[in-house]
RNA sequence: GCGGUCGUGGCGAAGUGGUAAACGCACCGGAUUGUGGCUCCGGCAUACGUGGGUUCGAUCCCCACCGGUCGCCCCA
């Protein structure tokens, strides 16, 4: 019996889990400042989806995709990344005929590809992802990356890199895809395996390989800028004065074309330049995709977007020792003793709870010492104590455990006196 | 899919071809009959990934498998 998370795949346990609503309220409030809203998807679509908007040829199709057929024979496939997805329920949901263009979205997911798990590569891995549907403005491919790179600033990242490149539109691509093929076709057979089935497949690919990155014919190879036509070369000249006013700093990397077929004029990729981050240093990937939405049967709509690897995210920030603020102390610990009390302290819990206080108690059956162990594991701000005394009284010690100070409340006053203590503190911090 | 490396209790981590497998942390109890963080004392646990093989005997040697981890391809 294999009782243990499926490789690729981690708990997030409370710790952790922390770091990762601290870092989604950040971004979350990011996309609230650029007016993006937020989208749910399912978390799998049928396959054709993938398929057509990603593209047949794509390692993600090819190689990576869960893939399975449910009871009725169907196709589907867990979501591989996040794009496709949102511009088919774009198209679906008549998004298009939205008065508010262009339709500007974000989503937070679970992505699935069937890798080798390594530092930074999951099979599970949880993206942050933006699209912008509806314009074909270069002020919106700045506006989408200024805020991919808002998110690493206002978390305070550092080491970044920014690369930029044109991919062109149809006829500078298919222009430089003609060239790329005659000029690599002499040397086919002292190409890797893969770049020879991309020269037929996705010559484009072929400057992005790692394997052949030394040989002769890549330095000389035609690059997509100086195919670009007017109107591309335009665009991407836009692009970059916009990313200029914005104080954006990048870099142009000519061989930067991105894995999925549905790229065309910008794409652009982040990268983590920080100590000890791993082999893979991308932390966000995106770019345009004009021709998208109508390859899924909507009408011609222009697109942009990035997905940004959150795992990745939390890697950076650990590597660039960024300290995530974490509020982990309680605000009451209720330590009550005999079984009278007992019974009363749950009630009181209740009772407290119920008037906005943050209050826990005792489930063991622990000793009193140990239960006052359990506040200070706790970082409880004050404990409440119950006894024999004390119900007699009724009345509940309530100590304040920075100070050591105690003193007696009245039962029938502890949840406003509590209210009182605590948004003191509150003004005081 | 390929390669490196690792696999001992809840966690971290020693170690040996031979009858109780260190230690540290954590946890529980006591010193302190109702008051924490320090100290001291005591307790604790189905721990040698799985299956074969070598051997009189394997946690330790060999093989296979599984799993983690890192890397290659590619990407978030």
Same mark, same amino acid.
């Given at each position: ?67 399975? $057929? ?32 262009? &339709? ?6 679970? !992505? ?41 600033? #206002?978390?305070?990242?550092?080491? =970044? ?68 036509? #007017? ?39 982040? !990268? ?10 991308? =932390? ?9 939405? #109508? ?48 019974? $009363?302290? &749950? ?83």
């Amino acid at each position: 019996m294999n009782m243990k998370a499926p490789r690729g795949t981690v708990d997030i346990l409370p710790k952790d889990a922390r770091k990762w609503q601290f870092v989604e309220s950040k971004i979350k409030n990011i996309c609230d400042k650029f007016n993006f809203e937020e989208i749910r998807t399912p978390l799998f679509e049928h396959t054709e989806v993938f398929q057509r908007g990603v593209g047949d040829s794509t390692d993600i199709v090819q190689k990576e995709m869960y893939t399975f $057929e449910d009871r009725g024979g169907r196709s589907l496939t867990l979501r591989p990344e996040g794009t496709a997805s949102v511009a088919r329920a774009f198209v679906e949901n008549k998004l298009f005929g939205d008065p508010n263009q262009p &339709v500007k979205l974000y989503y937070f997911a679970q !992505m699935f590809r069937y890798e080798r798990p390594q530092k930074g590569r999951m099979r599970q891995l949880n993206q942050f992802g933006v699209e912008v549907l509806g314009s074909a403005s270069p002020a919106v491919d700045a506006e989408v990356i200024d805020l991919a790179m808002s998110c690493y600033r #206002e978390l305070g990242l550092k080491s =970044l890199k920014l690369v930029i490149n044109s991919l062109g539109d149809n006829e500078s691509r298919t222009n430089h895809r003609r060239a790329l093929v005659e000029h690599f076709t002499p040397h086919k057979d002292e190409l890797c395996k893969d770049c020879q089935t991309r020269l037929s497949q996705n010559p484009l690919r072929i400057l992005d390989c790692k394997t052949d990155s030394d040989h002769p014919a890549m330095k000389t190879a035609p690059s997509i800028l100086e195919f670009l036509n #007017e109107e591309s070369k335009n665009y991407f000249d836009q692009v970059k004065d916009y990313l200029t006013a914005m104080g954006i700093d990048y870099i142009v990397d000519k061989n930067l074309v991105r894995g999925l077929d549905y790229y065309n004029h910008t794409a652009f990729e982040i !990268m983590s330049e920080a100590e000890g981050f791993g082999a893979i240093t991308t =932390l966000a990937g995106g770019g345009r995709y004009n021709g998208l939405v #109508e390859e899924l049967g909507g009408p011609a709509t222009p697109g942009i977007g990035f997905g940004m690897g959150l795992e990745r995210l939390l890697m950076a920030l650990e590597a660039e020792k960024k300290e995530i603020p974490i509020d982990e102390a309680l605000d009451c610990f209720l330590v009550a003793v005999g079984d009278e009390a007992e019974k $009363e302290a &749950v009630r009181l819990v209740h009772e407290l709870r119920k008037n906005g206080i943050q209050v826990d108690k005792d489930y063991q059956g622990r000793k009193m010492k140990a239960q006052f162990k359990s506040a200070d594991r706790n970082k409880a701000k004050y404990v409440l104590i119950l006894g024999e005394d004390e119900l007699q009284k009724q009345i509940i010690n309530v100590k304040e455990m920075q100070t050591g100070e105690q003193v007696e409340i009245p039962l029938s006053q502890l949840a406003m006196t509590m209210q009182e203590k605590l948004q003191g503190g509150i003004e005081n911090e």
